[in-house]
């Protein structure tokens, strides 16, 4: 495949996850609550122990957002990479989670770092 047609369809892949968090996340409240947050947000904050009381909760969710925007655009990169479409389930659907572990483990490392997470000592 070209390479501009690969990057391309990676861009086109992660400007249409942030639209949709743009669109459908970003606008159903601006508060912290347990009841109102995403399913990956409260997944990211459980795993991670993210203090959300030292971050503001707009700005950790478009940090997700752009780690999900950009998860989704290398797992549809690795997946194009082959053309048969079972084969492409098959490698699409085990990279979506090393994939998806990896960068939150990543922005969980980062935000320890940054002294945004819950000390269990």
């Keep these: ?5 690969l990057v391309m369809q ?4 992660v400007v249409l996850v942030l639209l949709y968090y743009y669109f459908f996340e ?5 508060n912290y609550t347990k ?4 399913v990956d947000l409260k997944f990211f904050i459980e795993t991670q122990k993210i203090n959300v009381r030292k971050i503001k909760y707009k ?3 478009r940090i997700l ?7 989704v655009g290398i797992v ?41 997470t819950i000390d269990e000592s």
Excluded: E, R
């Excluded at 490698?91 to 945004?116: D, R, W």
């Design 35 to 38: 009841k109102n947050i995403p």
């Design 76 to 116: 549809l990169l690795i997946t194009n990479l082959v053309s048969n479409l079972l084969l492409k389930l098959l490698i699409a659907i085990p990279f979506i989670f090393i994939v998806l572990y990896a960068s939150y483990n990543f922005a969980g490392y980062i935000f320890k770092k940054k002294g945004l």
């Design 26 to 30: 970003f606008s159903k409240s601006d």
């Design 65 to 71: 957002a752009f780690i999900n925007a950009v998860d």
């Design 10 to 13: 990676f861009s086109i892949a």
């Design 59 to 61: 700005k950790l969710i």
């Design 1 to 5: 495949m070209n390479f501009y047609f």
